[in-house]
């Protein structure tokens, strides 16, 4: 399947001043698909060198005694048989379970920069690692550190919205790409078919195995039964991002909770509604762990009167979304049918949507706050571009702005975004420009990269 992340890798190959690349991501988020299956067998078939960490015992015991980039390089040619040079690329999978070689890192950006290295890794697992061996835990106690300034680093989600279209129905992305780009609304026959496949990623999420089910077989049944066993995967994966017993309870409690704290009316995280009588300061170090683990994404409310750069004005009051659409919708108990029935679509919740643009927002580099004003006026979502406000306001339907006018009494702003299933179009006169879900990703890609709406 294309990832949009391939393009970056394929600069990063292309620099000549290229550093170790990091990559990060939660589980199961294609990771060493990415780089193994379609960049290493697309740039170096052949040419490559795949370390699994957790299973290469040998290459992690001699990378604990040796932070050399030379020496590793020699002891990893001696056990796999094969000369390394510039034109071999070493893949280090799993880096965070061999925290010496993620400080070898750093050598071979001083003394070994022309070989490509790429590793992934899960942050939150390495600061874990640093955690216990500051403890003095584990057989190995020694101190690690981090490389910091000697590695390039990227991200890898879930699938957006506009991946999983590439890989579904390119067609249709390239005649939505070209109507956004020309500010212009898409045929309506177009425009409607755009629509049902958004609801159809609502459905199916993001998360590799889940879309590639679907995409063999034309089954939600089917993609749903893998994303069942996904999300289980995760609740079980909690013992690995925790540091006690306690939090991994808490972090379980957090991130089943998701979808009922968002449906509520003010849906900022309420800490009574995880554990009666806690505080939001007792849930914090299991949703920091969360949300390093990539799993939930955390956006801050922001002051009736905003000022730039945006900053979260009170640690306190805060909305958690799940990082994967399908999850959510998982999580949420509702039928299947609701997503892919004209007849109850309809009545979906708002909020299905609200964590809908919150991954599309995060997949492009965006950070999320959203902003609340007297008498319950709102705006979901609110984004910096070019020193530049945008309020962003989601509509499961073809409402009107109506909080619009109460946000303009105390701040400036460029354009306000409305997102819901109208077509494309905009208001000059009042300044709203409307973009369908569809277009949003290309929306939420001008916005992180500051380019004119």
């Known amino acids: 399947m294309y990832r949009n992340a391939i393009t970056e890798l394929e600069r990063w190959k292309d620099n000549p001043r290229r550093k170790p690349m990091m990559v990060w991501g939660a589980r199961q988020v294609g990771k060493t698909y990415l780089i193994k299956d379609i960049f290493a067998d697309t740039y170096y078939k052949g040419s490559y060198i795949y370390i699994d960490c957790r299973v290469e015992n040998d290459i992690c015991d001699f990378c604990e ?156 049944f089917e993609a749903r039964e893998v994303l069942t066993d996904l999300y289980d995967n995760y609740l079980s994966d909690m013992e690995l991002y925790q540091a006690s017993p306690e939090a991994i309870v808490r972090s379980r409690k957090i991130f089943g909770s998701i979808y009922a704290e968002l449906n509520k009316d003010s849906k900022n995280f309420k800490s009574g509604l995880i554990e009666k009588g806690s505080r939001t300061r007792d849930m914090r170090s299991p949703i920091d762990w969360l949300t390093m683990a990539y799993v939930v994404h955390q956006s801050f409310q922001l002051g009736e009167h905003i000022t730039l750069p945006l900053l979260n004005d009170d640690d306190s009051t805060f909305r958690l979304f799940l990082a994967d659409a399908g999850m959510f919708a998982y999580q949420s108990g509702i039928n299947s049918a609701s997503f892919i029935s004209g007849d109850t679509k309809n009545t979906l919740s708002g909020i299905f949507f609200e964590n809908f643009i919150a991954n599309e927002l995060v997949a492009k580099g965006n950070k999320l706050f959203y902003w609340r004003g007297r008498n319950d006026a709102e705006f979901e979502f609110i984004a910096e ?49 409307t973009v369908p879900f569809y277009m949003f990703f290309l929306v939420a890609e001008d916005l992180s990269v500051g380019r004119e709406l």
């Open 65 to 220: 005694d040796h932070v050399s980039a030379k020496e590793i390089v020699e002891f990893i040619s001696a056990t796999k048989n094969r000369r390394i040079d510039e034109n071999v690329l070493l893949i280090f999978d799993e880096i965070q379970e061999c925290p010496a070689l993620i400080t070898a890192l750093k050598y071979f950006c001083q003394d070994m920069r022309k070989i490509p290295v790429i590793a992934t890794g899960s942050m939150v697992r390495i600061k874990l690692q640093r955690l216990n061996k500051k403890r003095g835990k584990g057989s190995n106690a020694k101190p690690f550190l981090f490389p910091v300034g000697k590695i390039n680093q990227t991200t890898i989600y879930p699938m957006s919205y506009d991946e999983f279209l590439l890989n579904y129905n390119r067609r249709l992305y390239d005649l939505i790409y070209d109507a956004y780009r020309k500010k212009e609304p898409l045929d309506e026959a177009y425009h409607n078919t755009a629509l049902e496949t958004v609801y159809k990623y609502l459905l199916i999420g993001g998360m590799p195995d889940a879309v590639q089910t679907f995409l063999d077989t034309d089954s939600y």
């Open 385 to 433: 571009s070019n020193g530049k406000i945008y309020p962003i306001d989601v509509k499961k339907g073809r409402g009107s702005l109506n909080s619009l006018g109460k946000f303009s009494e105390h701040n400036k702003y460029e354009k306000a975004i409305k997102v819901a299933r109208s077509n494309y179009g905009y208001n000059e006169e009042k300044r709203i420009l």
